[in-house]
């Protein structure tokens, strides 16, 4: 796990909870349709009609001053009160427990267009994973051709390998990201000469301490990622036993790692790291991305070696 700096915070979307009538409401519970005043009033005047009819329609009863009270009268009493205040009532108690609700097709009317919402959401995840995935099987043609043109010193090949690494890793981070998240991604490299993993790149991390940070193998979270060679992937990293702090009181919490191997032998050269703020394990979708990602940074990191080697008889 590695340390923390400040990031923009983007708004949380609403949760919902489902309702006792079993209908799905709108989070921010807003105030349901009303019926129109028209018909509001036909209903009272015909509630009214009937149970005038009742308490003076009854043998014996006369108007004005004999009214005759019964059950169906009490019935058509209810019936114009109901009226009266349908606009402000979502629903009403019935005897043995049983609920009268209102609206109920409004509700769920509501619930089709949040699911309809949702469906949209999720095919637009797939088609930009889809495009992702599309865009970065092109790039590797794209670097190749890159270094064979413009790279005539070994820094020139550092500085196309940064940028290939860096640009998949903020498309990378526009996808895995979600809102009210903050999301960064970092890639640490094994280096001989340090006995360990170093930071070699990353998207958000400047901070000296952890520039100067080494994992070795087996020690902390990215350590032991490298020595197991597989993914982890944590709620909160924080809390594993396994996790080293570089700077204290840390603010990220979910990580995902993914170890980034040689394409050659399968060999660990080092570990992608996708840090999260929230205390949640990333979806499937984002380990998709980020092993897409690490074999990304293999290839890159394996070509771009290689060229550099060879630079000498160029």
Not at 286 to 300: E, H, R, T, W
């Amino acid at each position: 796990m590695i340390d923390e700096s400040p990031d923009p915070l983007a708004l949380t979307d609403p949760g919902e909870v489902d309702d006792d009538d079993g209908s799905t409401p709108s989070a921010d519970d807003r105030p349901l349709e009303r019926i129109p005043w028209f018909i509001q009033l036909l209903w009272v005047v015909l509630g009214l009609f009937g149970f005038i009819d009742s308490v003076f329609g009854s043998a014996g009863a006369s108007f004005p001053l004999h009214p005759i009270a019964s059950t169906t009268a009490l019935l058509w009493l209810v019936f114009v009160i109901i009226g009266l205040i349908v606009n402000h009532l979502d629903k009403i108690g019935l005897p043995g427990g049983a609920n009268l609700s209102f609206r109920r097709l409004q509700r769920a009317e509501q619930a089709a267009v949040k699911s309809e919402i949702s469906a949209g959401a999720l095919r637009k995840v797939l088609a930009d994973y889809s495009d992702l995935m599309q865009n970065w099987t092109q790039s590797v043609n794209l670097f190749t051709e890159e270094l064979e043109k413009y790279a005539k010193t070994d820094d020139d090949v550092a500085d196309i390998l940064a940028r290939y690494c860096l640009g998949r890793m903020e498309e990378a981070r526009d996808l895995i990201a979600e809102r009210g998240d903050r999301t960064r991604l970092s890639f640490w490299w094994y280096v001989d000469d340090a006995g360990g993993l170093k930071l070699l790149f990353s998207d958000d991390i400047r901070d000296d301490a952890t520039l100067d940070h080494v994992f070795k193998p087996g020690v902390g979270l990215i350590g032991q990622c490298f020595v197991e060679s597989r993914v982890y992937n944590l709620a909160d990293a924080p809390s594993s036993i396994y996790y080293e702090a570089i700077r204290p009181s840390p603010e990220y919490h979910g990580l995902l790692l993914v170890p980034v191997k040689r394409k050659t032998d399968e060999t660990p050269i080092g570990v992608l790291s996708v840090d999260r703020q929230k205390s949640e394990a990333f979806d499937e979708n984002a380990q998709n991305v980020g092993s897409a990602l690490a074999d990304l940074i293999g290839y890159a990191m394996e070509t771009g070696l290689s060229f550099e080697l060879g630079s000498a008889t160029r």
